[in-house]
């Protein structure tokens, strides 16, 4: 009879902590995203503003007209900015849950590949024992055989 492997607890701590660090890292990296493509929205909409003042300023505008285009401007770089420093840290973020996921899956590796070899052996044992079982019948057998 084939013994259980004793560390199956945790070689089932270990998947779900893997599992759990793998949801982890598929919501960070989705963060991420959004983050970058919040900053590309702003860059693109600031860009599109810088057109719109040029061909403002290229018809002629007034004082206010100027500075306003200026301040919105100077506000789209603003946003620009601490969006990248969104974007930075939340790369960082996903870094560091790549290198958690990492961690994890090499720990439910070990522990599987612990009980892949225990089962092997236990699976090798198993044969041994039938074969040691089938050669004494057939001892039995040719005994059986002798006698008569």
Known sequence: MTKPFSLQTVLELMQLRADDA???LARLIASERDAKSKLEMLQQYRDEYAIRFRQAAQNGLVQREWHNYQEFLSRLDEAIDTQLKTVALQ???TAAGQTHW???RKKLMAFDTLSVRHYASESALELKREQKTQDEFA???NNDK???
């Open 146 to 148: 002798e006698s008569d």
């Open 102 to 104: 990492q961690q994890n």
């Open 139 to 141: 001892a039995r057998g």
């Open 91 to 93: 790369e960082q973020h």
């Open 22 to 24: 793998t949801h982890s």
